[in-house]
Nanobody, 124 residues
Framework: QVQLVESGGGLVQAGGSLRLSCAAS????????MGWFRRAPGEEREFVAA????????YYADRVKGRFTISRDNAKNTVLLQMNSMKPEDTAVYYC?????????????????WGQGTQVTVSS
């Protein structure tokens, strides 16, 4: 079992920045690939970014590429999502997820563990 807890959400103006953090506990964090997903009101959950178990590979959704950066610190059991140049359409609940597949995973069905989510609101 892996427990995930997100933090860092909040209200930010368009063009601003937020950094989300996901703290993991339980089984060895370093063996899992990690991902961030989001769900906007009335929409389905969508993939945002993923990082491999070593941190050597990352992948982003086109909508956030160049603005968001995913990183991880296996010594601290933490994965981060730095969000810059934020837009109102980034408003959503953001979820951290862990996959035992180790490498880049973009499908939510391939993630076994999920956090409770943190609300991000971008005002125009």
């Amino acid at each position: 079992q892996v427990q995930l807890v997100e933090s860092g959400g909040g209200l930010v103006q368009a063009g601003g920045s937020l950094r989300l953090s996901c703290a993991a506990s339980g089984r060895t964090f370093s063996i899992y690939a990690m991902g961030w997903f989001r769900r906007a009101p009335g929409e389905e959950r969508e993939f945002v970014a993923a990082i491999s178990w070593t941190g050597g590979s990352t992948y982003y959704a086109d909508r956030v590429k160049g603005r968001f950066t995913i990183s991880r610190d296996n010594a601290k059991n933490t994965v981060l999502l730095q969000m810059n140049s934020m837009k109102p359409e980034d408003t959503a609940v953001y979820y951290c997820a862990a996959s035992s597949r180790k490498f880049i995973v973009t499908s939510s069905s391939q993630y076994e563990y999920w956090g409770q989510g943190t609300q991000v609101t971008v005002s125009s």
